[in-house]
């Protein structure tokens, strides 16, 4: 059974950054694709960002290109989502998932999921 552990999130101000981390269990993590999700109050779940398996690749939803970066150690099992110039409107719970995929933006496409981590952004 493979679990995924968020952390690092918290309340920040606006134009504040945050970084989360993604532990994974397991000895396959280097083999799949990790994705970032976000759901914000009264919203359906949206697509952040993914990492390919090797780091090599990543894809950004729009609203936060530029702004979020993805990355992975995976000789730590860990992905990590650094936050930078935080807007009211990523306040969301996050969530790290992994997918067989080698890109999906789709959350269908991803199999085990984390159990959040709250990023509160004050204006």
């Known amino acids: 059974q493979v679990q995924l552990v968020e952390s690092g999130g918290g309340l920040v101000q606006v134009g504040g950054s945050l970084r989360l981390s993604c532990a994974a269990s397991?000895?396959?993590?280097?083999?799949?694709?990790m994705g970032w999700f976000r759901r914000a109050p009264g919203k359906e779940r949206e697509f952040v960002a993914t990492s390919s398996r090797d780091g090599g690749s990543t894809y950004y939803a729009d609203s936060v290109k530029g702004r979020f970066t993805v990355s992975r150690d995976n000789a730590k099992n860990t992905v990590y989502l650094q936050m930078n110039s935080l807007k009211p409107e990523d306040t969301a719970v996050y969530y790290c998932?992994?997918?067989?995929?080698?890109?999906?933006?789709?959350?269908?496409?991803?199999?085990?999921w984390g159990q959040g981590t709250q990023v509160t952004v004050s204006s």
């Open positions: 998932a992994r997918s067989s995929f080698y890109y999906s933006d789709s959350a269908a496409s991803y199999d085990y």
């Open positions: 397991g000895r396959t993590f280097s083999t799949y694709t």
